[in-house]
């Protein structure tokens, strides 16, 4: 079968927090995988409208494991279709996605939204929290979805909210959380199901720039801690300046990676 995903190389890896480390890992991505977590391998997407082509074409990049990679570019460089791109959320032209060192971009959708939920992780701009749960129940939510049983998925939000130091917070609505807080409880939410590849579009756009440093800071330490690999897209210029890897677009095409 062409992109079969063998569950040796995608299974789970450092666990989150006390609780979790009480669980055997499974077979491993954290022993023996070192290999890059994302493979974008001459992609190419192409929308046409009103005569006009738009879109990524023929763009080639790998993200090593535990890397805190930003895709730059202005706006419409192409930055968010790689993301829905890398994050199974939409299947490229031609070319080939890869996680974990596997053709994922070929797999039925069932198999796809399988590995959206297990094994990636979303921070979306406007982070997209439900307005009626409060952070808590927003953390657990992708657990639930996942069949987690609800005392493991509390147990495993709180762990991710004191991570991101939000404890105090776990009962607010999102209404009730400022915006730094908003964007850290939607990275407890990214990361409470232990993704191996976290996206983030844009993290910082609806804040102002003092957030960059800090956020940064806080996804190279988990990556640091974890081997959680990060692929921010960000024009932040305080976001570019703390990426392990910088990869550059400009009109759907990759014009520099450092
Ligand atoms: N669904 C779509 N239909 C038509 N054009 C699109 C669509 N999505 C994106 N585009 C076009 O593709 C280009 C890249 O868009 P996007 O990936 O959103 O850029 P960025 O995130 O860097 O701002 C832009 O020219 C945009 O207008
Ligand atoms: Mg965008």
């Given at each position: 079968m062409v992109g079969a995903v063998r569950p040796g190389n995608l299974e789970s890896r450092a666990p989150l927090g006390a609780i979790r480390q009480a669980t055997p890992p499974r077979a491993c991505i954290a022993s023996g995988y070192t290999g890059f977590m994302l493979q974008l391998d001459c992609i190419t997407r192409a929308y046409e409208l009103g005569g006009e082509r738009a879109g990524v074409?023929?763009?080639?990049?790998?993200v090593p494991r535990g890397c805190l990679a930003v895709l730059a570019g202005p706006s419409g460089s192409g930055k968010t279709t790689l993301l829905q791109l890398a994050g199974l959320l939409d299947t490229p032209d031609e070319g080939e996605v890869r996680l974990g060192g596997e053709t994922v971009s070929a797999l039925p959708e069932r198999a796809?939204?399988?590995?959206?939920?297990?094994?990636?992780?979303?921070?979306?701009?406007?982070?997209?929290?439900?307005?009626?749960?409060?952070?808590?129940?927003?953390?657990?939510?992708?657990?639930?979805?996942?069949?987690?049983?609800?005392?493991?998925?509390?147990?495993?939000?709180?762990?991710?909210?004191?991570?991101?130091?939000?404890?105090?917070?776990?009962?607010?609505?999102?209404?009730?959380?400022?915006g730094g807080q908003q964007q850290r409880a939607a990275i407890a939410r990214a990361l409470a199901p232990d993704p191996l590849l976290v996206l983030a579009d844009e993290p910082t756009a609806s804040l102002d720039h003092a957030h960059g440093g800090p956020l940064m800071d806080l996804l190279a330490e988990l990556a640091a801690e974890r081997g959680v690999t990060f692929l921010v897209a960000s024009h932040d210029p305080s976001v570019i300046a703390?990426?392990?890897?910088?990869?550059?677009?400009?009109?759907?095409?990759?014009?520099?990676?450092t």
């Open positions: 074409f023929g763009v080639s990049l790998e796809r939204c399988d590995l959206r939920l297990r094994r990636l992780g979303f921070v979306f701009q406007a982070f997209n929290l439900v307005p009626v749960l409060s952070a808590l129940e927003n953390v657990m939510l992708p657990l639930q979805l996942q069949g987690v049983p609800e005392p493991e998925a509390r147990l495993r939000a709180q762990a991710a909210l004191e991570r991101v130091g939000l404890s105090d917070r776990a009962h607010h609505r999102p209404g009730q959380l400022s703390r990426a392990h890897r910088v990869f550059r677009l400009a009109d759907g095409r990759l014009v520099e990676a």
